[in-house]
């Protein structure tokens, strides 16, 4: 197990270089450079902004600079925003929307999985019909009506929680079922669907044979089973939340990494959009290699060479 | 395969638990972790101490550094921090600050500024005519690399400074501890006003010197404001304090808490739930939430920005190279409706293309075009298109949505041109950066287009220089008429600010009876404030200083 976990280790490295490279030429073709934004400036002024950043060398040349700054750590300063450093934007936003990305992700699960295995055990009984039928509106209903709905009813009428900011247990409530409630619903019908796969194999009817009650049936035989496909939803799904809803973050007024990020994009900011797009290619790289653990885990066939 | 009744009861019981379980530890996990003293505190609610200010706006600010600050968000709060030798007050006059006088010598070429004696940075250092001297040619350096260094390019030497031939421009001078001479390399009427602004305030070399990077961090960031930054809580909130020792005064307000809500209507709603005292800059949803409650609406106040937004034109291209199809436009659009219409009576309509509060705008003596379609259309048909003649050339108007740009404005003119003109032109909107690259470039540059500019320093010379006059880098119409240009030269030149104001109201006339744009509408800032806060407002360029606040019951 351990080589093979090795071995996709090692081929992540030249893929992270190579996404580190295609993103620098990438931005550098934006239409449309930092500094167009229209305000009066001297010839001069540009010039020595422009140097200011290495924009005067060749762009290998650049790449190498900049590439040599972030393996130590250096992701550089922000074009547009001067003085900010880059690494302080991630460092600074980044928990927290990694917290509220985890927060909804223990909502998606923990809402959407016990329905989707209660749908299954009860199947084509009333209790499933309600479930799956709040599932899909669930899915359907986009994050941030979602949002205002619960702002509207929980935070301004009942005045449960507040209304936005950051800070507390109380601030992460209404934002996490935001965002998460929509994706429960999703989690609820693959779980069923894929726990009522499970439970029409043989080895469940033999399970049963020998005498295994209904938890312990699914517990020990069937979930583990059905965890595969769920695996791979999750870690999309992780990657999702993690890198953040700007939309949800923007409404509840949570100092994520949303904003930034589409700030930087709009503003032809190359070095915040280069450090957030190699931040977050290193965090998929990573979940996606916590995947890979999960599956040797979860499955022992899986352990190709 | 049916599972057994009893069975699945707990089942049920598990999948609660779990539930219940994993928000638990959800909390549990967390709540640790934020009990760390620089959480956010959201803004206490009520009953506060009666001297602490909580205002909300939508953009954080950049780091404080003078020389290099750009946006106007983030000066809106640095001129808390920072004095220069001179200030411009709510009227836009030009009026002492650290320097409590000043001479004018050598045809308008020699400023001699005497500084107060007793002006002092928060750190307790001496404010001398050095520290201005060490500032500005920090502000000029190719190190620092400010893009508005051409704020002091006017200053004899300063030149060599930006192309890094030189550390100190030879014109800058400390005659004596509180003495400033600055010669020019030729007069400059607009001078003081430059000198108010941002890249000319004054930071403290010594402190400078020995805490290159760590200076302008929160809670050592050294200016001679009425108000120390102390704190920042990440990047959502600023504390700042009053500094007692104030040349000007104690500030009556002790406490100013900024914090950043980038959802202006959320910010509305949390306003009404007393988390804050003032809202700075909303945006036109929730504009339109507060116009629609009673009690909203008497908090909520506006004023004209000195910026203008017009529909300009290629002066030497088809078929904008035509006079009577200018003036055909300019008769062609409603301004009192698009104001009412599409931007909520946010904005004045334009007359002139100075806005208004600039000494020498036209916007309140002179008439406008009349709105008259009849009139647009025999004019089109007089330059030769129109029913009886050729048909007008499919045109893209061409904009971005900078400040007081909107998609509603430019679809209402769109409509107004189809409707009064039977003009179609087609919209098209493009991202900030790439619309003003465009621009730049003869060969990309649309021949109809939106354009927003606000003068970043409140004088004329600004807007004329850099965008009116023949060859200017901004003068995207490629408009040239000696008469403007001689016009504008004279006035940039004088001294005698009155004359000055004379010199370029005649050359918007020119440019206004040449009908070189469309000039649109001149957009607002907004805000709301409670009614206990007295003093609160905004001038042209931003809301006001806090020092002259304070909070009454």
């Given at each position: 197990?351990?080589?093979?976990?090795?071995?996709?280790?090692?081929?992540?490295?030249?893929?992270?270089?190579?996404?580190?490279?295609?993103?620098?030429?990438?931005?550098?073709?934006?239409?449309?450079?930092?500094?167009?934004?229209?305000?009066?400036?001297?010839?001069?002024?540009?010039?020595?902004?422009?140097?200011?950043?290495?924009?005067?060398?060749?762009?290998?040349?650049?790449?190498?600079?900049?590439?040599?700054?972030?393996?130590?750590?250096?992701?550089?300063?922000?074009?547009?925003?001067?003085?900010?450093?880059?690494?302080?934007?991630?460092?600074?936003?980044?928990?927290?929307?990694?917290?509220?990305?985890?927060?909804?992700?223990?909502?998606?699960?923990?809402?959407?999985?016990?329905?989707?295995?209660?749908?299954?055990?009860?199947?084509?009984?009333?209790?499933?019909?309600?479930?799956?039928?709040?599932?899909?509106?669930?899915?359907?209903?986009?994050?941030?009506?979602?949002?205002?709905?619960?702002?509207?009813?929980?935070?301004?009428?009942?005045?449960?929680?507040?209304?936005?900011?950051?800070?507390?247990?109380?601030?992460?409530?209404?934002?996490?079922?935001?965002?998460?409630?929509?994706?429960a619903g999703l989690i609820a019908r693959l779980t069923r669907a894929s726990m009522l796969e499970t439970l029409s194999r043989d080895?469940?009817?033999?399970?049963?044979?020998?005498?295994?009650?209904?938890?312990?049936?699914?517990?020990?035989?069937?979930?583990?089973?059905?965890?595969?496909?769920?695996?791979?939803?999750?870690?999309?799904?992780?990657?999702?939340?993690?890198?953040?809803?700007?939309?949800?973050?923007?409404?509840?007024?949570?100092?994520?990494?949303?904003?930034?990020?589409?700030?930087?994009?709009?503003?032809?900011?190359?070095?915040?959009?280069?450090?957030?797009?190699?931040?977050?290619?290193?965090?998929?790289?990573?979940?996606?290699?916590?995947?890979?653990?999960?599956?040797?885990?979860?499955?022992?066939?899986?352990?190709?060479? | 395969?049916?599972?057994?009744?009893?069975?699945?009861?707990?089942?049920?019981?598990?999948?609660?638990?779990?539930?219940?379980?994993?928000?638990?530890?959800?909390?549990?996990?967390?709540?640790?972790?934020?009990?760390?003293?620089?959480?956010?505190?959201?803004?206490?609610?009520?009953?506060?101490?009666?001297?602490?200010?909580?205002?909300?706006?939508?953009?954080?600010?950049?780091?404080?550094?003078?020389?290099?600050?750009?946006?106007?968000?983030?000066?809106?709060?640095?001129?808390?921090?920072?004095?220069?030798?001179?200030?411009?007050?709510?009227?836009?006059?030009?009026?002492?600050?650290?320097?409590?006088?000043?001479?004018?010598?050598?045809?308008?070429?020699?400023?001699?500024?005497?500084?107060?004696?007793?002006?002092?940075?928060?750190?307790?250092?001496?404010?001398?005519?050095?520290?201005?001297?060490?500032?500005?040619?920090?502000?000029?350096?190719?190190?620092?690399?400010?893009?508005?260094?051409?704020?002091?390019?006017?200053?004899?030497?300063?030149?060599?400074?930006?192309?890094?031939?030189?550390?100190?421009?030879?014109?800058?001078?400390?005659?004596?501890?509180?003495?400033?001479?600055?010669?020019?390399?030729?007069?400059?009427?607009?001078?003081?006003?430059?000198?108010?602004?941002?890249?000319?305030?004054?930071?403290?070399?010594?402190?400078?010197?020995?805490?290159?990077?760590?200076?302008?961090?929160?809670?050592?960031?050294?200016?001679?404001?009425?108000?120390?930054?102390?704190?920042?809580?990440?990047?959502?909130?600023?504390?700042?304090?009053?500094?007692?020792?104030?040349?000007?005064?104690?500030?009556?307000?002790?406490?100013?808490?900024?914090?950043?809500?980038p959802n202006a209507t959320a910010a509305v709603a949390r306003y009404q739930a007393n988390e804050f005292d003032a809202v700075l800059?909303?945006?036109?949803?929730?504009?339109?939430?507060?116009?629609?409650?009673?009690?909203?609406?008497?908090?909520?106040?506006?004023?004209?920005?000195?910026?203008?937004?017009?529909?300009?034109?290629?002066?030497?291209?088809?078929?904008?190279?035509?006079?009577?199809?200018?003036?055909?436009?300019?008769?062609?659009?409603?301004?009192?409706?698009?104001?009412?219409?599409?931007?909520?009576?946010?904005?004045?309509?334009?007359?002139?293309?100075?806005?208004?509060?600039?000494?020498?705008?036209?916007?309140?003596?002179?008439?406008?075009?009349?709105?008259?379609?009849?009139?647009?259309?025999?004019?089109?048909?007089?330059?030769?298109?129109?029913?009886?003649?050729?048909?007008?050339?499919?045109?893209?108007?061409?904009?971005?949505?900078?400040?007081?740009?909107?998609?509603?404005?430019?679809?209402?003119?769109?409509?107004?041109?189809?409707?009064?003109?039977?003009?179609?032109?087609?919209?098209?909107?493009?991202?900030?950066?790439?619309?003003?690259?465009?621009?730049?470039?003869?060969?990309?540059?649309?021949?109809?287009?939106?354009?927003?500019?606000?003068?970043?320093?409140?004088?004329?010379?600004?807007?004329?220089?850099?965008?009116?006059?023949?060859?200017?880098?901004?003068?995207?119409?490629?408009?040239?008429?000696?008469?403007?240009?001689?016009?504008?030269?004279?006035?940039?030149?004088?001294?005698?600010?009155?004359?000055?104001?004379?010199?370029?109201?005649?050359?918007?006339?020119?440019?206004?009876?040449?009908?070189?744009?469309?000039?649109?509408?001149?957009?607002?800032?907004?805000?709301?404030?409670?009614?206990?806060?007295?003093?609160?407002?905004?001038?042209?360029?931003y809301s006001r200083k806090w020092f002259g606040m304070s909070i009454g019951n």
């Amino acid at each position: 197990m351990a080589s093979f976990l090795i071995k996709r280790l090692f081929a992540l490295i030249p893929v992270w270089f190579g996404v580190s490279l295609i993103a620098f030429l990438f931005v550098h073709f934006i239409p449309g450079g930092p500094f167009d934004t229209g305000a009066i400036r001297s010839q001069q002024a540009t010039e020595n902004i422009r140097h200011f950043y290495h924009l005067d060398k060749p762009l290998l040349e650049q790449y190498a600079i900049y590439i040599w700054h972030v393996l130590h750590g250096d992701f550089g300063q922000s074009m547009v925003h001067r003085g900010l450093g880059v690494s302080s934007v991630i460092v600074g936003r980044f928990p927290t929307t990694a917290e509220l990305g985890l927060a909804a992700l223990v909502v998606a699960l923990g809402v959407g999985i016990p329905a989707g295995i209660f749908a299954a055990a009860r199947r084509n009984t009333v209790m499933d019909y309600v479930l799956m039928l709040s599932a899909t509106i669930g899915y359907a209903i986009p994050n941030f009506v979602l949002a205002i709905f619960l702002i509207l009813f929980f935070g301004l009428r009942l005045e449960w929680f507040p209304l936005g900011g950051w800070g507390g247990f109380s601030h992460l409530v209404l934002p996490a079922v935001a965002l998460g409630l929509p994706w429960a619903g999703l989690i609820a019908r693959l779980t069923r669907a894929s726990m009522l796969e499970t439970l029409s194999r043989d080895y469940i009817r033999t399970a049963y044979a020998k005498g295994l009650g209904t938890r312990g049936v699914l517990v020990k035989h069937a979930f583990r089973n059905g965890l595969m496909p769920l695996t791979t939803i999750v870690a999309l799904l992780a990657a999702e939340l993690i890198t953040g809803s700007l939309i949800i973050e923007n409404i509840f007024g949570i100092p994520g990494i949303g904003h930034y990020m589409v700030d930087s994009i709009l503003g032809s900011d190359y070095t915040m959009t280069l450090g957030f797009i190699i931040f977050y290619a290193t965090v998929i790289f990573f979940a996606n290699f916590l995947v890979d653990i999960a599956y040797v885990w979860i499955d022992p066939r899986v352990r190709v060479g | 395969m049916q599972v057994a009744p009893r069975r699945s009861q707990a089942v049920i019981k598990a999948s609660m638990v779990a539930v219940a379980a994993s928000l638990l530890i959800a909390g549990a996990a967390s709540g640790g972790q934020w009990t760390r003293t620089d959480a956010a505190p959201s803004a206490t609610k009520a009953t506060h101490a009666s001297s602490v200010l909580r205002v909300a706006v939508t953009q954080a600010p950049d780091p404080f550094d003078p020389a290099t600050l750009a946006d106007n968000r983030s000066i809106e709060l640095a001129q808390n921090v920072f004095d220069g030798l001179v200030d411009v007050n709510d009227a836009m006059k030009v009026v002492p600050a650290i320097a409590k006088s000043w001479k004018i010598t050598g045809g308008g070429t020699v400023y001699t500024f005497n500084l107060r004696h007793g002006v002092h940075f928060q750190n307790g250092d001496l404010v001398t005519a050095k520290d201005f001297v060490y500032s500005w040619n920090r502000a000029l350096s190719p190190k620092v690399a400010s893009p508005d260094s051409f704020f002091l390019t006017n200053i004899k030497g300063a030149d060599a400074v930006t192309k890094g031939k030189a550390t100190t421009a030879t014109g800058l001078k400390a005659t004596g501890k509180f003495t400033l001479r600055v010669t020019l390399t030729g007069p400059a009427g607009y001078f003081p006003s430059l000198v108010s602004r941002w890249p000319a305030w004054v930071i403290d070399s010594k402190d400078v010197k020995a805490h290159p990077t760590t200076w302008d961090a929160p809670g050592t960031l050294n200016g001679t404001g009425a108000y120390k930054l102390v704190r920042a809580v990440g990047d959502s909130q600023y504390i700042f304090q009053a500094n007692p020792s104030y040349f000007n005064g104690a500030p009556k307000i002790r406490e100013v808490q900024v914090s950043v809500v980038p959802n202006a209507t959320a910010a509305v709603a949390r306003y009404q739930a007393n988390e804050f005292d003032a809202v700075l800059n909303l945006d036109s949803p929730s504009i339109l939430q507060v116009q629609k409650s009673s009690s909203l609406k008497s908090q909520f106040h506006s004023r004209p920005l000195l910026r203008t937004v017009w529909l300009g034109m290629g002066y030497t291209t088809a078929p904008f190279n035509n006079r009577n199809v200018r003036l055909a436009f300019n008769h062609a659009i409603d301004k009192a409706a698009l104001v009412k219409v599409a931007l909520a009576g946010q904005a004045t309509p334009a007359v002139g293309w100075l806005p208004p509060g600039v000494a020498g705008n036209v916007a309140s003596s002179r008439k406008d075009y009349s709105y008259d379609p009849e009139l647009g259309k025999s004019l089109l048909a007089q330059a030769g298109y129109g029913s009886n003649g050729k048909a007008f050339p499919t045109v893209a108007l061409t904009y971005s949505l900078a400040t007081g740009e909107t998609e509603q404005a430019f679809e209402f003119i769109q409509n107004q041109l189809q409707q009064n003109l039977g003009i179609h032109v087609t919209l098209k909107q493009m991202p900030a950066n790439a619309f003003n690259a465009a621009m730049s470039n003869p060969k990309q540059r649309p021949s109809l287009w939106g354009y927003s500019f606000g003068l970043d320093y409140p004088d004329a010379q600004e807007q004329t220089t850099y965008l009116g006059i023949t060859g200017a880098g901004y003068n995207f119409e490629a408009y040239s008429n000696k008469k403007y240009d001689a016009l504008v030269n004279a006035a940039n030149a004088s001294s005698n600010q009155a004359k000055r104001a004379a010199l370029y109201r005649q050359s918007e006339n020119i440019r206004l009876n040449d009908a070189v744009d469309v000039p649109l509408y001149y957009p607002n800032s907004t805000w709301l404030v409670k009614p206990s806060v007295k003093g609160f407002g905004a001038s042209p360029l931003y809301s006001r200083k806090w020092f002259g606040m304070s909070i009454g019951n």
